[in-house]
């Protein structure tokens, strides 16, 4: 007799050192405590994440696997075979909410491709965090990830999400590698029109969290922020 299969549960962490009592509900984290097969970005991250969360079995003897960088099915199906047997499987992300902007994604789609329940557990999504803070338009966003290395590609990618923002009245989101937010917040300042307004949201529910928005005229005569390293998203909206 087949097993009735267990759950995905889609389990989200934390943005920062934070204490996992100020960013997820009680409820989140007695079901996460539950769970004994994870699977996840980084298996030493993971850990240290578990141990936030106060999981009473020792790390050691949790199913810990990591997801294959590629989308392959044989190796997808091989993660989610605890759930087929009957047990619940935790999805973590490195930060956040895992499946958005986020390989996880993959993990969800085949999951529903076999009939294993998904369940998404509330918790932080920065995404959202900085959009709900930013005072920019709510009812039309977009999330745009990462923008090119490359100076010359970045800036005409920056270009094209500010006539679009003007054009739909939609608000771009973006991220980047903290070692370069330096760098990206400088290009904004310099491609993107005066009236435009940029937020950027750093170090989100954490004791150092900072948010602000302001037109690209007042970022010129404000005081650079301290970006360096630090997990940061911007958002822009044309006028």
Request: glycine residues 6%; proline residues 8%.
């Given at each position: 007799?087949?097993?009735?299969?267990?759950?995905?549960?889609?389990?989200?962490?934390?943005?920062?050192d934070t204490p996992w009592s100020?960013?997820?509900?009680?409820?989140?984290?007695?079901?996460?405590?539950?769970?004994?097969?994870?699977?996840?970005?980084?298996?030493?991250?993971?850990?240290?994440?578990?141990?936030?969360?106060?999981?009473?079995?020792?790390?050691?003897?949790?199913?810990?696997?990591?997801?294959p960088e590629q989308d392959n099915?044989?190796?997808?199906?091989?993660?989610?075979?605890?759930?087929?047997?009957?047990?619940?499987?935790?999805?973590?992300?490195?930060?956040?909410?895992?499946?958005?902007?986020?390989?996880?994604?993959?993990?969800?789609?085949?999951?529903?491709?076999?009939?294993?329940?998904?369940?998404?557990?509330?918790?932080?999504?920065?995404?959202?965090?900085?959009?709900?803070?930013?005072?920019?338009?709510?009812?039309?966003?977009?999330?745009?990830?990462?923008?090119?290395?490359?100076?010359?590609?970045?800036?005409?990618?920056?270009?094209?999400?500010?006539?679009?923002?003007?054009?739909?009245?939609?608000?771009?989101?973006?991220?980047?590698?903290?070692?370069?937010?330096?760098?990206?917040?400088?290009?904004?300042?310099?491609?993107?029109?005066?009236?435009?307004?940029?937020?950027?949201?750093r170090d989100l529910t954490t004791?150092?969290?900072?948010?602000?928005?302001?037109?690209?005229?007042?970022?010129?005569?404000?005081?650079?922020?301290?970006?360096?390293?630090?997990?940061?998203?911007?958002?822009?909206?044309?006028?």
């Open positions: 007799m087949t097993p009735t299969p267990g759950t995905l549960f889609l389990v989200p962490v934390s943005l920062g100020h960013f997820l509900p009680r409820e989140v984290q007695r079901i996460a405590a539950t769970i004994r097969h994870f699977v996840v970005e980084n298996a030493k991250t993971a850990r240290a994440e578990l141990k936030r969360l106060e999981h009473p079995t020792p790390l050691r003897e949790i199913d810990i696997r990591v997801l099915a044989p190796a997808l199906d091989a993660l989610l075979a605890p759930a087929l047997a009957g047990d619940n499987i935790g999805l973590m992300s490195e930060a956040g909410c895992p499946a958005v902007a986020d390989p996880g994604a993959r993990l969800v789609a085949r999951a529903h491709a076999l009939g294993v329940p998904v369940h998404p557990l509330v918790g932080p999504s920065s995404i959202l965090l900085a959009l709900m803070a930013s005072g920019l338009n709510g009812q039309s966003f977009a999330f745009n990830g990462y923008l090119p290395v490359n100076d010359t590609e970045r800036d005409a990618r920056i270009r094209q999400l500010e006539d679009e923002s003007r054009r739909l009245r939609r608000t771009q989101i973006f991220i980047e590698t903290p070692y370069r937010n330096e760098r990206l917040y400088e290009a904004l300042l310099a491609v993107c029109r005066p009236a435009t307004r940029l937020c950027v949201a004791g150092d969290e900072w948010i602000h928005s302001r037109s690209v005229a007042e970022w010129h005569n404000t005081s650079k922020p301290e970006l360096g390293r630090r997990p940061a998203l911007f958002l822009i909206l044309a006028t």
